[in-house]
């Protein structure tokens, strides 16, 4: 687990922009290296299964993936496993909750990537969680010498990934880094992934910041139960934390006009979030024109060059 001391991000922050061309070069690199294995056994394994909790990045590091292999003339079939959920009315028992597998229509998902694989043409749905159902459909066409990458959180878990095993490349995507505070606490990447879907939430999906931290414990439930014990299918691990990653968040944090207001420190010491809330006062605030369009961080403050 790598760790950086917040001390060191701030000494960094003197300058602005060379920190983050210095960040987005490292995760440029990953991307490159996840490519060549991808691309060293694309004969035997066309497809890509990549997953990781909410919050990771994983949406972006799929599309940063496809645009690498298209600039190298491979020719790339995206989906999303969130599309195939199952309408919430024809969910199995088992499906207690969104975080479930049981949620996803296995068989539709396995299917799609088959004929994408055989250089079909594809009715991929996409899905109206509004109304807790499959919306329409678009099509989608296939090649056989196509590289098929599917993104979602269970496509790891065996109810999925042993379907296309034995075809498939696993890629695990999450910040990993840990951030030591000026006193010598510990900010884990789970907290940070918190901070992350504080802003984009906020901003994209009306959910009030006490909302999303209480969501939260659930989506860690569901990390514990169906994520993490799969991440060893994985042959590729990216660790999506940006260095200069704090400061950008602590500025649209804090401009939140709720920010005070909701969380407390009561809230804060109630929910384990005390220690990121030092990170974001301990940290030089960031402004977005630093960041490239196709950044990770831009999936959750906004101003990306991707439709999310």
């Known amino acids: 687990m790598r760790v950086i001391d917040l001390e060191n ?20 690199d990953k991307i490159s290296a996840a490519a060549a294995t991808i691309l060293s056994s694309r004969n035997d394994k066309p497809f890509v299964a990549l997953t990781g909790p909410s919050g990771s990045g994983k949406t972006t590091t799929a599309m940063r993936l496809r645009d690498y292999l298209e600039n190298l003339g491979v020719k790339v079939c995206l989906i999303s496993m969130d599309n195939f959920f199952l309408p919430i009315d024809e969910r199995p028992p088992e499906a207690t909750d969104w975080e479930s597998p049981y949620c996803v229509n296995v068989d539709l998902l396995i299917s799609c990537l088959s004929r994408l694989a055989d250089g079909r043409e594809v009715e991929i749905p996409w899905y109206d969680f509004k109304a807790g159902r499959t919306g329409g459909y678009t099509v989608m066409q296939g090649d056989k010498n196509a590289i098929i990458i599917a993104e979602g959180i269970h496509m790891l878990n065996p109810l999925i990934f042993d379907k296309i095993r034995g075809a498939a490349t696993g890629l695990y995507v999450a910040p990993r880094t840990r951030i030591i505070t000026n006193d010598d606490r510990i900010v884990r990447p ?21 909302e999303t931290v209480e969501r939260a414990e659930t989506v860690d439930r569901g990390e514990v139960n169906y994520i993490k014990p799969y991440k060893e299918n994985a042959a590729v691990h990216i660790d999506t934390f940006h260095d200069y990653e704090p400061c950008i968040l602590a500025k649209y944090l804090t401009e939140i006009p709720q920010f005070r207001r909701e969380l407390t420190p009561e809230f804060l010491e109630e929910h384990g979030l005390t220690d990121l809330m ?27 060059c991707y439709e999310y």
Request: aromatic letters at 8%; glycine letters at 8%; hydrophobic letters at 40%.
């Open 278 to 304: 030092k990170v974001v006062g301990g940290v030089a605030p960031l402004h977005t024109p630093y960041v490239p369009m196709n950044s990770i961080v831009r999936e959750f403050v906004g101003g990306s």
């Open 9 to 28: 991000i701030n000494f960094a922050m003197r300058n602005e922009t060379q920190f983050v061309l210095r960040c987005e070069e490292v995760f440029h």
């Open 190 to 210: 789970e907290q940070l992934r918190v901070a992350r879907r504080l802003i984009r939430d906020y901003n994209t999906r009306g959910h009030s910041l006490r």
